[in-house]
């Protein structure tokens, strides 16, 4: 299955309710994986714009009143037309508000994927714990990752959806399958936007696709595979983080089918 | 005439109502061309904001009801005091909130230009079609041009504005003139904001001259051999998207009096 | 004193209240000088955000009625629980609402550092001039120099805080110390968010140090040696604003305390 070139030639267009930190990376990041970004959040016209969208996104990086409305309005459209939902829970843990929101758009709606670092994924699990940023720590997933694929578990038959923990190894799980992706570099973790990205390219994946496991396995994939293409060009010129960021949003775009069979590092758990 | 070097001099302040998604950069573009920006989106500034700056830029990339009130007020004030308004009706088509407020802007506001891609002036001209995404198709201007054309001189004449339509050939009409510029690169499609920061060096050129045809023309001039510049050098470096980018805003500073005389590519229809 | 090493071994996270115009740049700079960002703006949700923050930014550059009740809110917690506070009042002296904004600000909140050009400065300490944009002039601190130490001055003495006034020469006040720094590039002034990024990387500083004053003081020299370095890595490459733009971000995480105690030029007066 050619999975990259589908994409591509489908082009979906992702209707992305995002935090305004990221929003200009998920939109390039989009458009480099060969998507087509549309960004639109106020109430009155997200259902027209989720109706005409191949897949939704819903970050909660910089929710507030206004936009939690958009938020469900918008997913319930995507529901009723059957149009996969990426939930990216930013920060979930770190304030009641973020922790309501959460727990409000996981009981009103049908997400297709949940998408998160392990802290958060850990919180929406336990409802302890508190997330301290909103940037994953490199180790977070090392020694905990049996605990982590756990959590994800729980949160998968809970929703009945596909759960992804991003973290130096990424977990990829639904009810049935289990698969780790070990993929990616640690200077995903020295600029802001690499889970909103991700986040991103995951509704891209899942707007081009009917196997919505596979789809979330191949994203998480190709996405740490880009950040190994730029992490090479970036030390190969002594640069850093910045360059990191524009190496990286390049290589979304190189990567094809061929590079994806040959690099990604997948294990069946 | 030597238009940048004027605009470089006079560095025109430009009041900026415009999206959350390439704000950034629309701000770095102008100031790459020579001008200044300004960010204002609170109804109860966005009066005094604008009569302090030679041009308004209204973008309706992420428009919530908030930020419409501000446009309406913000407008009236530049044509109160006469400042020029450039108005990038982006995403009209995709749902009647965008559709109502650009009616409503466009009835109660003159405007001193339109810019949009092709689909979005069809969508004017005939309220019908519906614009797919924001980002314009490299190949819509090909074969249809003549329709195109049709269709700006008539928004042109019903606003009594300037009409630039974007794509592979750009179309600058007002009443009277009808001029095309086949300046540019595909690449500009591929990242996020070309269309935005088109509507804001416009703004820029409108906001430092007196002829606003020759400004629309030069800036769109300006911006297409900005792009064949990035682009030049984005594939010397076998680089893609965000290098681009960069490239681009780059490029904007580099583009003087000279270079556009020389590489301008203007067709007079 | 090795301010930087300290700085990233505790990595402190910083609640930016901030625009929406550099709000990327501002998270991205925070990660490449070592601190954490996190950006939170509803009312409802920024106490718990700052209660958990080791500094708080405050940045009025795109304002509005709902983000200043977040700002009012957010800072009366700092207050309550002693995190420092960096108040950068963009624009003020350009419209009503951001000078009524910033000395509401002032009055019911006790800052811990003000930074801003010279003509904000000057308006908070005279309720006169008018800011043009906001971005900072070149020149603005070049023969006035001693006119903006004595507003700086009179800031630092009514509000008891730090003031640090960014131009050419960098001035550091508080009631007892006056520190210059020519440190930086002219480079700074051609990209949006210069500004912005050094108010977050001095929050980073205060947020990691008990010395508030060399705390600012170290922030300027660091901001500005980031500035050189990505200057001439810029002017090597015939390259311009937007790639100054990413040299400076990755420079911000390749100046060390070495290289800070080596290039400082710090005045004092």
Not at 30 to 48: I, K, N
């Amino acid at each position: 299955m050619k999975i990259l070139q589908h994409l591509r030639q489908k082009r979906p267009l992702i209707h992305c309710i995002t935090n305004y930190v990221t929003v200009n990376d998920v939109a390039n990041a989009l458009l480099s994986v060969g998507a087509s970004p549309v960004m639109a959040d106020d109430e009155s016209e997200v259902g027209e714009i989720t109706a005409i969208s191949n897949a939704l996104l819903i970050n909660i990086g910089t929710l507030n009143s206004r936009t939690i409305s958009s938020m469900i309005k918008s997913a319930k459209k995507a529901n009723e037309l059957k149009i996969p939902i990426v939930f990216d829970p930013v920060g979930v843990g770190a304030s009641t508000l973020r922790n309501e929101t959460a727990f409000r758009l996981l009981e009103q709606v049908n997400f297709t994927l949940i998408r998160a670092n392990a802290s958060e994924i850990s919180f929406l699990t336990s409802k302890t714990g508190g997330a301290r940023g909103v940037d994953a720590s490199e180790n977070e997933l090392g020694k905990d990752i049996l605990e982590h694929i756990n959590a994800a578990k729980i949160l998968a038959k809970k929703y009945n959806c596909v759960v992804a923990v991003s973290g130096k190894t990424d977990i990829i799980v639904d009810e049935k399958q289990t698969k780790l992706c070990n993929n990616g570099s640690p200077m995903m973790a020295n600029i802001t936007g690499s889970g909103c990205m991700l986040g991103a390219v995951m509704a891209a994946f899942l707007g081009a696709s009917d196997d919505k496991f596979e789809a979330a396995l191949k994203a998480v994939c190709t996405f740490g595979i880009s950040g190994e293409m730029a992490a090479e060009k970036t030390i190969a010129n002594n640069a850093a983080n910045a360059t990191f960021r524009t190496n990286f949003i390049d290589a979304l775009s190189f990567v094809d089918d061929d590079i994806l069979n040959k690099r990604a590092k997948i294990l069946s758990h």
